[in-house]
């Protein structure tokens, strides 16, 4: 293995991470740069299984269960396909919901965003006049429900003659919704040699017309079954009681679960509007999503749920269609839906892209042939559980929010406001006054916590995002893109040639010196410098150095900061399983950990680890070869 960069073995192919790199994909530099921006490691499967047959220009209908990166496996080729600065419509993507179609827009823009193109969202309820001003300045990429898209093809706003690849994003869901009219209108009016793709989870009869009319020889690709699979997702359900109202059976069952974040799906309008309310009122931040709403009001909210702001984002199922929410932990069923397909579609917004899911559901006494049907078709296994009595609701909501207090009172000073604490025990208005501060802390603590999470997690891209750049620095050119590199090298970003080559030769002799002042700035600090001791070294200069010296031999670990650890969880997992083995240090990178051992135990230390399983994650080891020079 390489010394230097000793890169971690690939993850096992899996429904949510490919065998291949993105580096197998030759893309152009531009979208290059936008993926590695999107802190994207490796491609999923369908993306790896897409990618060539649609540079390749082939018609394709691909089915693949929800969270698999279905947007980036379309919109990749889609940026690699159109040229830069075309400056007319040129690729077509139609969504079912506003909501997807926002989000798929905002994904291809940004893994697009070093390229010159544009991405234009169309769809109703939103102004007309900023899509027609998008439109005019040469908008290459449209997504947009086929509603609004028809709108603008019938205005005579959308032209479609130059249109040379369309794409049917969700299309079970999109027919499901009765937009077969105006999709197929839409694919009547494309030209010809226009690519089709389409995109669905499921291949009802509707799409098979649609493929026979429209698609012409299509490659098929089909990396999961008709349904979707809830794999991921463990699924509980709570019997309801009738002794008290539904909502409070609600309230008990988010009581004893606690969930971090939650979409909580209600049948009805009327039931997503009461659930709303009692939620709020019984102090669970909570926003509404349904068809009624404005589109601006719609936007607002769900800014709000993907900022964090929001616990509990309370929806029908078509408001809810294809939404996309970063570590959801919880969808809930208030109810269960009429059609038993339905559930899948629900639940499929959590345990997305391998992650872990949980669904709630409260299920009543005429639900359960539903449930019976989940269970024989779809063969999902559900965890029955008993509601808690009245008291013992209360009893465990009231422990759980006094040790949040405490633990947020052991590291504040708050004795100055004990005055007001007392004289707030004798006013009438006192216990109304307390509940707002109670109120208000759990609601800012809440949000500063997921703030918290937020850092972390961007800073873990940030890690990855530079791990990647200097694998790829790094790596040798492969056959081919030596004189690649080179015009890159002798072009800017945006095609046009530098001055001279005085600015490359400059921002190579800064690195260089950056470098060298690293170096010397680690190794003035060390505590022992100049009397004889092993001066501290960056990490440059101490991967350089290999275990031929005699003094110690590096092992890889598979094991790193993407997996939520430290240099302390890693010394912890190493003397758990290999409690003989003495370490002499450990480096921790962000996909894996380097660990410094006695040559002599360099081996044992090896078979100690590898394909051993430390808290759920499965591990492998071997010793860190020296770079080739």
């Not at 299309?171 to 009016?189: K, P, S």
Request: glycine share 8%; with cysteine.
């Amino acid at each position: 293995m390489d010394e230097t960069t000793a890169p971690a073995a690939p993850p096992p192919a899996s429904d949510y991470v490919a065998e291949e790199s993105f580096d197998d994909f030759h893309l152009s530099e531009p979208v290059r740069l936008g993926i590695a921006e999107k802190g994207y490691a490796r491609p999923t499967p369908v993306q790896a299984a897409t990618f060539r047959p649609l540079m390749e220009g082939r018609d394709v209908i691909v089915r693949s269960k929800t969270g698999t990166g279905k947007t980036a496996a379309f919109g990749v080729p889609i940026l690699e396909k159109v040229p830069a600065g075309r400056r007319r419509p040129s690729a077509l993507v139609m969504c079912p919901t506003r909501e997807l179609a926002i989000q798929v827009a905002e994904e291809i823009a940004a893994l697009g965003k070093h390229k010159d193109l544009s991405v234009v969202t169309i769809y109703g309820g939103a102004s007309m006049s900023d899509q027609l001003d998008k439109l005019r300045a040469g908008a290459e990429i449209v997504v947009g429900t086929p509603g609004r898209i028809h709108d603008h093809i019938r205005r005579g706003t959308l032209k479609l003659d130059g249109m040379l690849v369309s794409c049917l994003d969700e299309a079970d869901e999109m027919l499901n919704m009765g937009f077969f009219e105006e999709v197929t209108r839409i694919l009547d009016g494309l030209p010809d040699d226009c690519q089709q793709l389409l995109f669905s989870a499921t291949v009802p009869a509707d799409i098979e017309q649609i493929i026979r009319e429209y698609l012409t020889d299509p490659e098929a690709i089909m990396l999961s079954g008709d349904e979707y699979s809830v794999d991921n997702i463990r699924n509980v359900y709570y019997q309801t009681v009738d002794a008290y109202p539904k909502p409070r059976n609600l309230l008990y069952m988010v009581e004893i679960e606690n969930p971090t974040s939650a979409i909580v799906f209600a049948n009805t309008r009327a039931d997503s509007q009461l659930v709303t309310a009692v939620l709020n009122r019984h102090g669970y931040d909570a926003d509404l999503l349904n068809g009624e709403l404005p589109q601006k009001e719609r936007e607002r909210v769900m800014a709000k749920v993907k900022r964090g702001e929001v616990r509990f984002m309370v929806a029908t199922d078509i408001a809810a269609r294809g939404i996309d929410i970063s570590d959801l932990s919880h969808v809930i069923n208030y109810s269960l839906p009429e059609d038993p397909g339905v559930y899948l579609h629900r639940v499929g917004r959590t345990g997305r892209i391998g992650k872990k899911g949980t669904a709630l559901s409260l299920v009543s006494g005429s639900e359960m042939m539903t449930l019976k049907a989940l269970r024989s078709k779809y063969g999902i296994e559900f965890e029955e559980k008993a509601l808690p009595a009245p008291d013992e609701a209360r009893r465990i909501w009231a422990e759980r929010h006094v040790a949040e207090l405490k633990d947020a009172m052991s590291s504040s000073i708050f004795e100055a406001y004990l005055p007001l604490a007392q004289e707030l025990e004798g006013r009438p208005d006192g216990p109304y006054l307390v509940s707002f501060a109670l109120k208000y802390f759990f609601t800012h603590h809440r949000m500063e916590k997921v703030q918290d999470l937020h850092k972390a997690e961007h800073k873990r891209e940030e890690h990855e995002r530079r791990e990647h750049r200097q694998e790829r620095e790094v790596r040798p050119p492969r056959d081919g893109e030596r004189g690649r590199g080179r015009e890159r090298g002798r072009e800017g970003r945006n095609g046009e040639r530098p001055r001279g080559g005085r600015d490359e030769r400059r921002v190579r002799a800064e690195r260089a010196e950056a470098q060298v002042a690293v170096a010397v700035e680690v190794e003035a600090r060390a505590p022992d410098a100049g009397r004889g001791a092993e001066p501290v070294r960056p990490p440059a200069a101490e991967e350089a150095e290999s275990d031929a010296a005699g003094r110690r031999a590096r092992i890889w670990l598979r094991l790193g900061e993407r997996d939520g650890v430290d240099e302390a969880k890693v010394r912890e997992a190493a003397g758990a399983l290999a409690p003989g083995v003495e370490l002499l240090g450990v480096d921790v990178r962000g996909s894996h950990s380097y660990l410094f051992v006695d040559p002599a135990s360099a081996d044992a230390a090896v078979q100690a680890l590898n394909g051993k399983e430390w808290q759920g994650k499965p591990l492998s080891a071997e010793r860190a070869r020296r770079r080739r020079r």
